[in-house]
């Protein structure tokens, strides 16, 4: 129950944030341009809360004159206009600002200056485009402040190389680092990752650039030959299909995490405790437990384990537990599993980066740029088929990944803020009409026309838009579902 | 009763009963398919569309009924579960939602949540191995909630259940329809023996028995709703007498993916 709330708090949190970020776009350059904004939403519905700010045309020193400002009221009809009412609404998943605009009500001669409808083109597309815009600078300032901070990542240094799988058809093979792919540089596994994804459904062959741990400066080009990649996974984990796995230095078998429902929990496994022997084999490092676990779905398995004692007179002790791996599908395979993790990572396999903070913002516009491609491909892609539509996620995911980002620290969860601020802007910027983009592209129409879109055809534009947008929501939801 | 009404149920009652009982499963399918596709045309009236284009809409639904049976099941019907709380938001708050239902592009997807998951929710019952039992289950459950919600209205209905939507409903009536599903939930389980009466599953189907009644007189509204938003009184007359299709079925339509849903997650 408690985990429920919470992850609906880091729902509400997370859009909140985003909302905000998106709608206060659309409200300050609306001001700028002389816009009057009648509210200003976070969330829609039943207002929760009113805050309302001085009506337009109290100029600053008469309000400081008079602290409850009938003085203020000046003329007439800019008085009757009121000032914006900033507002927080019932259904936290969403927002909007509202403009004085003629379409949407009847407004007095004397106002018609500061309605929406009578800026010019320009005027409006900047309005309509700096909701996107303000969610992509949120994003750049996002990645700003992690990589000024420094992000660490695990080296892309591979391990031992399955010869038959794609990878080792390929001619990978352990002990080489991936510096870059299909050109890009790749200073930690999660951009060779990165990089990957965006393969995802195409048919052709990723190039792998690697160096050798003993020849830094020799490089190597590979090539992957993939066809119609992924297209159906849900879940894809690239580097996997492909037969990359890291190299993993030689680690004692000592126990660094359990999962709260395992059955190691169940066994009565505990942190620190290190197997010694497992059926009667002496267990040499963590990979060798691994490998037994996963090749023993619901077979017994009896583990020798030493657990340390915690003080001098408290020696260690010797223990003999039972357990049976719980079954686990793994691309249609059968896969034991008993919910533990291994300590961090080891040092070596580690890399820190980090930019001084005066220069992050570089890598940080380019990451938003990446993702902001990587999204745009990803979209055209559902559309042509090329991946399954399954990838999309609806509030059901975005709320667990958004708790389990927030669990996992402040780092993951700005990450994952920036990545969702993109996914906000990109898909507002989808040419369907009742969106940002939908808009702009009414107003570019106008501007090579010289002419406003026609009522009926916006009418039109306006259904089509809806079935398509809630489609959309419905298709997300539903994989929300199937992945429950 | 007029006689036109009691002809029509005189014609149309054994080839229902003969569709719902007497088909195969495929034979069944069809059936369902085709009651639902003549309320799809019907449907689309209610969302403003004429013409050619209620046509095109049937075939839509058409195409997507086949496309429903390569879907799983479960998400389908909880999703559906999930409309169906949506439209019970809609009938409350009309006609302060008149505004959403102006939109054709929404009621029609509206028409799908209430149309494709009933089919697959009556493939599902039927697939069952006691499909006839639970298809008979559902329907003297909704009857006996809409004849026992019109007598008991009739006889004691003070205040209005629906005043907006449905003038003709009373909340005595709405409690009278459930009683009722609770009392034919008794004696079909004293007739089948199953399931026992004094037990923790005899409670729960009860339980879901006095939900299904409710969720039936959901349909009913939600239909009215959309009749009354486009001032529409009977969906065609396609069943002289009767009114349209949609008219008969809108029960089962909110009713029959509620149990079949029960009966994939729990079993029966």
């Given at each position: 129950m408690i985990e429920f709330i919470q992850t609906i708090v880091a729902l509400i949190v997370t859009l909140s944030i985003l909302v905000t970020f998106h709608e206060f776009g659309h409200y300050y350059v609306a001001r700028l341009c002389g816009v009057h904004v009648l509210r200003f939403s976070l969330g829609f519905g039943k207002p929760l809360f009113i805050w309302r700010s001085r009506p337009p045309g109290t100029s600053r020193s008469s309000s400081r004159d008079t602290v409850d400002g009938p003085a203020s009221v000046k003329s007439t009809s800019e008085a009757s206009l009121g000032g914006t009412e900033f507002v927080v609404a019932a259904i936290p998943l969403g927002g909007y600002v509202k403009m004085l605009d003629e379409r949407e009500g009847t407004v007095p001669a004397d106002q018609l200056h500061l309605a929406f409808n009578k800026k010019t083109v320009w005027q409006r597309i900047a309005i309509v485009a700096a909701?996107?815009?303000?969610?992509?600078?949120?994003?750049?300032?996002?990645?700003?402040?992690?990589?000024?901070?420094?992000?660490?990542?695990?080296?892309?240094?591979?391990?031992?190389?399955?010869?038959?799988?794609?990878?080792?058809?390929?001619?990978?093979?352990?002990?080489?680092?991936?510096?870059?792919?299909?050109?890009?540089?790749?200073?930690?596994?999660?951009?060779?990752?990165?990089?990957?994804?965006?393969?995802?459904?195409?048919?052709?062959?990723?190039?792998?650039?690697?160096?050798?741990?003993?020849?830094?400066?020799?490089?190597?080009?590979?090539?992957?030959?993939?066809?119609?990649?992924?297209?159906?996974?849900?879940?894809?984990?690239?580097?996997?299909?492909?037969?990359?796995?890291?190299?993993?230095?030689?680690?004692?078998?000592?126990?660094?995490?359990?999962?709260?429902?395992?059955?190691?929990?169940?066994?009565?496994?505990?942190?620190?405790?290190?197997?010694?022997?497992?059926?009667?084999?002496?267990?040499?490092?963590?990979?060798?437990?691994?490998?037994?676990?996963?090749?023993?779905?619901?077979?017994?398995?009896?583990?020798?384990?030493?657990?340390?004692?915690?003080?001098?007179?408290?020696?260690?002790?010797?223990?003999?537990?039972?357990?049976?791996?719980?079954?686990?599908?793994?691309?249609?395979?059968?896969?034991?599993?008993?919910?533990?993790?291994?300590?961090?990572?080891?040092?070596?396999?580690?890399?820190?980066?980090?930019?001084?903070?005066?220069?992050?913002?570089?890598?940080?516009?380019?990451?938003?740029?990446?993702?902001?491609?990587?999204?745009?491909?990803?979209?055209?892609?559902?559309?042509?088929?090329?991946?399954?539509?399954?990838?999309?996620?609806?509030?059901?995911?975005?709320?667990?990944?958004?708790?389990?980002?927030?669990?996992a620290g402040l780092e993951s969860f700005i990450g994952f803020i920036a990545l969702l601020s993109i996914s906000l802007g990109v898909l507002n910027l989808l040419p369907i009409p009742i969106l940002d983009g939908g808009h702009l592209l009414y107003y570019l129409v106008e501007l090579v026309s010289g002419k406003p879109v026609p009522e009926s055809v916006q009418a039109w534009g306006l259904q089509i838009g809806l079935f398509l947008i809630v489609s959309l929501m419905i298709l997300a939801f539903y994989n929300d579902l199937i992945r429950l | 009763m007029p006689r036109q009404r009691i002809l029509t149920a005189i014609i149309i009652a054994p080839i229902?009963?003969?569709?719902?009982?007497?088909?195969?499963?495929?034979?069944?399918?069809?059936?369902?398919?085709?009651?639902?596709?003549?309320?799809?045309?019907?449907?689309?009236?209610?969302?403003?569309?004429?013409?050619?284009?209620?046509?095109?809409?049937?075939?839509?639904?058409?195409?997507?009924?086949?496309?429903?049976?390569?879907?799983?099941?479960?998400?389908?019907?909880?999703?559906?579960?999930?409309?169906?709380?949506?439209?019970?938001?809609?009938?409350?708050?009309?006609?302060?939602?008149?505004?959403?239902?102006?939109?054709?592009?929404?009621?029609?997807?509206?028409?799908?949540?209430?149309?494709?998951?009933?089919?697959?929710?009556?493939?599902?019952?039927?697939?069952?191995?006691?499909?006839?039992?639970?298809?008979?289950?559902?329907?003297?459950?909704?009857?006996?909630?809409?004849?026992?919600?019109?007598?008991?209205?009739?006889?004691?209905?003070?205040?209005?259940?629906?005043?907006?939507?449905?003038?003709?409903?009373?909340?005595?009536?709405?409690?009278?329809g459930v009683m009722v599903a609770v009392i034919v939930f008794v004696l079909m389980s004293l007739w089948n023996g199953y399931p026992p009466l004094y037990s923790i599953e005899g409670l729960i189907v009860l339980l879901l028995c006095v939900a299904l009644a409710k969720v039936s007189v959901l349909g009913d509204l939600t239909i009215s709703m959309f009749k009354r938003n486009r001032d529409i009184k009977d969906s065609s007359h396609l069943l002289p007498g009767h009114g349209g299709f949609l008219d008969r079925i809108d029960s089962l339509l909110s009713a029959a993916p509620m149990l079949a849903l029960y009966l994939l997650v729990w079993g029966w």
């Open positions: 909701g996107p815009l303000a969610n992509f600078l949120l994003a750049i300032l996002a990645y700003w402040l992690l990589f000024a901070a420094g992000v660490t990542g695990l080296a892309p240094i591979l391990g031992d190389i399955e010869p038959e799988s794609p990878a080792g058809k390929a001619g990978l093979r352990a002990g080489q680092e991936i510096v870059a792919v299909d050109g890009n540089p790749t200073p930690t596994w999660t951009h060779v990752n990165q990089w990957l994804l965006s393969h995802l459904g195409d048919t052709g062959s990723i190039q792998v650039t690697t160096i050798e741990s003993t020849d830094t400066e020799k490089t190597r080009e590979h090539h992957i030959d993939i066809a119609n990649w992924l297209a159906d996974a849900d879940m894809p984990s690239p580097a996997r299909d492909l037969g990359l796995v890291l190299r993993y230095p030689s680690v004692p078998a000592v126990v660094g995490g359990l999962v709260d429902e395992g059955r190691a929990k169940a066994a009565g496994l505990a942190v620190g405790d290190k197997i010694i022997v497992a059926n009667g084999d002496p267990v040499a490092d963590w990979n060798r437990l691994v490998k037994l676990i996963q090749s023993s779905p619901e077979e017994p398995i009896r583990l020798q384990v030493l657990r340390p004692g915690n003080a001098a007179d408290q020696p260690d002790i010797s223990l003999t537990l039972d357990l049976i791996p719980e079954s686990r599908d793994r691309d249609g395979k059968a896969v034991g599993f008993i919910g533990v993790s291994v300590a961090p990572f080891p040092t070596q396999m580690l890399r820190e980066i980090s930019w001084p903070v005066y220069s992050a913002w570089i890598p940080a516009l380019e990451k938003t740029w990446q993702v902001t491609v990587f999204t745009f491909e990803s979209i055209g892609k559902m559309i042509v088929g090329a991946v399954s539509p399954r990838h999309l996620s609806g509030p059901i995911t975005i709320a667990r990944l958004a708790n389990d980002t927030a669990e | 229902a009963l003969a569709g719902v009982f007497g088909l195969s499963e495929f034979g069944f399918s069809l059936f369902i398919g085709a009651v639902l596709l003549v309320s799809a045309w019907e449907w689309a009236n209610l969302g403003g569309l004429d013409g050619i284009f209620r046509y095109l809409y049937a075939a839509c639904c058409g195409l997507l009924l086949v496309g429903m049976s390569y879907l799983p099941p479960v998400p389908l019907l909880t999703l559906s579960l999930v409309w169906w709380l949506v439209a019970l938001v809609l009938v409350i708050s009309y006609p302060g939602c008149r505004n959403i239902l102006r939109h054709t592009s929404l009621v029609l997807i509206m028409g799908l949540f209430v149309l494709l998951p009933a089919w697959v929710a009556m493939l599902e019952l039927k697939r069952d191995i006691d499909g006839n039992y639970l298809i008979l289950l559902l329907f003297f459950i909704i009857w006996g909630a809409d004849i026992g919600a019109y007598f008991i209205g009739r006889a004691f209905g003070k205040s209005r259940l629906a005043p907006r939507v449905s003038p003709g409903k009373s909340w005595a009536g709405f409690m009278g």
